[in-house]
């Protein structure tokens, strides 16, 4: 069993031609709304990979948690255990989406923030996961806590290093799974992280022992295995049009959980993780567009 442990938001999405320039009002986009928030992505890509997923979050006791929470009571394998405040709103995300499927996402954390360690803990000693997924929409002292009980429960930890944040240098080590975009890898490494080469110049220098991926969208991934002597390879992108790249990171993130969980090997859940965030970004919005198992399996199928 997976448990993830993340936000929740309400994403209010507007489609645009292109981005406004500072003091500029475009006014032909149009409009949409979701269940969003790295943390519930992730849960529903894990869920949909054929997972039996439970997702620790903390929301608002409001319209926009009663949304969601309607929104997801048909999600098969995935339970959700919230912490409710009267006095915090569920966290929003506002994010703008061009013609190119490019994004600007701001997001207002809300109760996110006021996720409880105590909380966690309890859904972690109550539901004894195999694997933990975590992100960094939630605080420090959260994350923390999921590390001090990874040996005393002996689950495996899968780490999202977005968005980035200054302590993740401090518990970078920890995790056995680190996945983090070139942007993160350019604040954690402290290095220019573009391109394919960029990244595997980057990998050749990290200390540690843990497994670790950058996600470079169409340039593909490379992966840091520590188990195969500290092989660095490449994992190229599968080729596709992109309506909007919302949730691509997530998607991959929550599959690769998925896929290790279920016993396949690093290659084969990489392969698979990247098949389902190139279905994800062919379609618009987060939520809606995380393929079902079966519809990666027939995007692969398809390529053959």
């Known amino acids: 069993m997976i448990l993830v442990v993340g936000s929740v ?5 507007i489609k645009v031609k292109r981005f406004p320039e500072e003091g500029e009002t475009i006014t032909d986009g149009s409009f949409f709304q979701s269940p969003g928030g790295k943390g519930l992505n992730q849960a529903v890509a894990s869920a949909r990979a054929g997972e039996k997923t439970s997702l620790v979050c903390s929301v608002g006791n409001d319209v926009f948690w009663n949304f969601i929470e309607t929104y997801l009571k048909n999600e098969k394998n995935l339970t959700i255990f919230p912490e409710v405040y009267d006095n915090f709103s569920t966290g929003i995300a506002f994010i703008l989406v061009n013609e190119k499927g490019k994004n600007k996402i701001v997001v207002s954390p809300g109760a996110n923030a006021m996720l409880s360690p105590n909380h966690v803990r309890n859904v972690l000693e109550q539901s004894n996961p ?10 420090f002292d959260v994350v923390q806590t999921v590390m001090e009980m990874k040996n005393k429960l002996n689950f495996i930890v ?12 401090e518990i970078i080590h920890l995790p056995d799974f680190v996945i983090m975009n070139e942007v993160e890898a350019k604040h954690i490494f402290g290095k220019d992280v573009k391109d394919k080469d960029s990244a595997v110049n980057a990998l050749k220098d990290y200390p540690f022992h843990n497994s670790v991926m950058i996600t470079l969208g169409k340039d593909g991934v490379v992966l840091l295995n520590p188990e195969k002597g500290r092989k660095i390879s490449h994992f190229p992108a599968f080729e596709v049009d992109v309506v909007d790249s919302t949730g691509a990171g997530d998607t991959f993130a929550g599959y690769f959980s998925a896929m290790i969980s279920a016993g396949k090997d690093l290659e084969e859940s990489i392969n698979l993780a990247q098949a389902a965030s190139a279905v994800c970004v062919s379609r618009e919005g987060a939520v809606k567009s995380i393929p079902e198992i079966r519809e990666v399996l027939s995007f692969l199928k398809n390529l053959k």
């Open 9 to 13: 938001n309400i994403d209010f999405t």
């Open 130 to 139: 195999n694997f933990v997924v975590l992100q960094c929409e939630i605080p």
């Open 158 to 169: 899968v780490f999202n290093t977005a968005p980035f944040k200054s302590w993740i240098r």
